[in-house]
Structures are given as C-alpha cells and as structure tokens.
C-alpha cells in the first residue's frame, strides 16, 4: 500500500494520519508545563502532562532558573514515574519557597541516555510580600520565639558583679 509505514513509535499513512503505537519507541514527546499558582505564593505548584511515549521508571525533571536561559544557578527536582502517573498522565510538583523575583520553569522526560526535548517555559514574578519566615506572630514560627538566658556568676566582692549570658534561638 502506498504511503504507509510502519516505524517504531507508530503507523504512518501519508502525511495526514498518524496512529501511534502505545508505550512505543524510543523517541519520547516534550511534556507540556502548566504553573497552577499566582504571583503572591512563593511555592509554585505545577502540572506537568505527557503523552504515551512515557513509560514507567522514566524521569521527569522539573528545572527553575533566574533567567531564561537556565545559564545561570538552575535548581531541578527529578520524579520517577510509576504506573498510576502514566495511567494519568499527569504529576503535580510544588517546589520553593522561592524567593521574590521573576523566575522561569521547564521540564523533560528522561529515559537512560534518552531524553524529550523541552517542555514550554513558564515565568512567574513573584512578589510573595515580605519574608514571613522569622515573624514571630505567625504561629507556625512560634518555635523561633527568641529566648534571653543569662546566668549570674560570681561574687559580689568591693562592688563588682560579673555576668555572662548568651542570646539562643
């Protein structure tokens, strides 16, 4: 029949119609990044989706950076894929906190030596308002409450008194 083949990841008749073979080949399709939070929460969560082309025991790897062309320090957070990911074909991944500022997001599928190329990249400014994380009045840092000790030692001798102390967290 003219037009069709038969390769590793599918059948091809022409150029119109493409059926592909499930959890086959070795080429493995860029996942597609969704960012599910806003500017004002500084733990972005994500919805990372891919297609049949994933398999489980395959990587996926969520990466951020300053700047657009990851070149500069790029964090990244690598996810094994079982079974129900791939029946869902979907995760969610929540990172940070990260701190305020403008930030850019990407992510690939990773299979031994192969590899998807990448994902669309998201970018979040994120003003997440002042950093909360020493304020006292929140009641999640209660733990943080400062604690003064000191310690009177020593001998009250022609006036003089000696003390030492010590400012703990």
Do not use: C, H, K
Request: proline fraction near 4%; glycine fraction near 14%; charged fraction near 15%.
């Amino acid at each position: 029949m003219a037009g069709l083949s038969l390769g590793s990841t599918g059948l091809a008749l022409g150029r119109g119609l493409i059926i592909q073979l499930e959890g086959g080949g070795g080429t493995i399709t860029a996942p597609v990044l969704t960012l599910d939070t806003g500017p004002s929460d500084n733990t972005p969560e994500f919805t990372i989706a891919f297609d049949v082309t994933v398999q489980a025991g395959d990587l996926v790897i969520l990466q951020w950076a300053r700047n657009m062309a990851f070149t500069d320090t790029v964090s990244e957070t690598p996810t094994l894929l079982d079974a129900g990911d791939i029946s869902a074909g979907f995760i969610n991944e929540t990172i940070g906190p990260l701190a305020n500022g403008t930030w850019y997001f990407r992510a690939m599928i990773a299979r031994g030596g192969a590899a998807s190329d990448w994902s669309n990249i998201e970018t979040e400014d994120i003003n997440a308002g002042a950093d909360a994380s020493l304020d006292f009045s929140v009641a999640t840092n209660s733990m943080y409450v400062p604690v003064l000790r000191f310690s009177i030692v020593g001998l009250i001798t022609a006036g003089m008194l000696a003390m030492s102390g010590f400012l703990g967290v």
